[in-house]
């Protein structure tokens, strides 16, 4: 079993930053992948970025550039850096983790973005 807890989200104006933290409890020694999904009212869940075992990362288009995902492996805690946030950038924010059977989720955290 993986847990995993969100914080960080909130209410920022276009052009400002936020910084995600996910921390990660349980068997950590089976986790291949943590990453980013977000949601937003009306939309499908989607991929924002996610990091690998070995450290390699993957990004969304719209968020290349913008977004930078990192990790804390002694913390546990796999981070998201968001910069020049965007209003199309508001959704429900989630991390999720891989192991070789299960994904799972935390239970997301709120990021608005007002124009």
């Known amino acids: 079993q993986v847990q995993l807890v969100e914080s960080g989200g909130g209410l920022v104006q276009a052009g400002g930053s936020l910084r995600l933290s996910c921390v990660a409890s349980?068997?950590?020694?089976?986790?291949?992948?943590m990453g980013w999904y977000r949601q937003a009212p009306g939309k499908q869940r989607e991929l924002v970025a996610d990091i690998n075992r070995g450290g390699s990362t993957n990004y969304a288009d719209s968020v290349k550039d913008r977004f930078t995902i990192s990790r804390d492996s002694a913390q546990n805690t796999v981070y998201l850096q968001m910069n020049s946030l965007k209003p199309e950038d508001t959704a429900v924010y989630y991390c999720?983790?891989?192991?070789?059977?299960?994904?799972?989720w935390g239970q997301g955290t709120q990021v608005t973005v007002s124009s």
């Open positions: 999720n983790a891989l192991t070789v059977k299960v994904l799972y």
């Open positions: 349980g068997m950590m020694s089976s986790i291949n992948r």
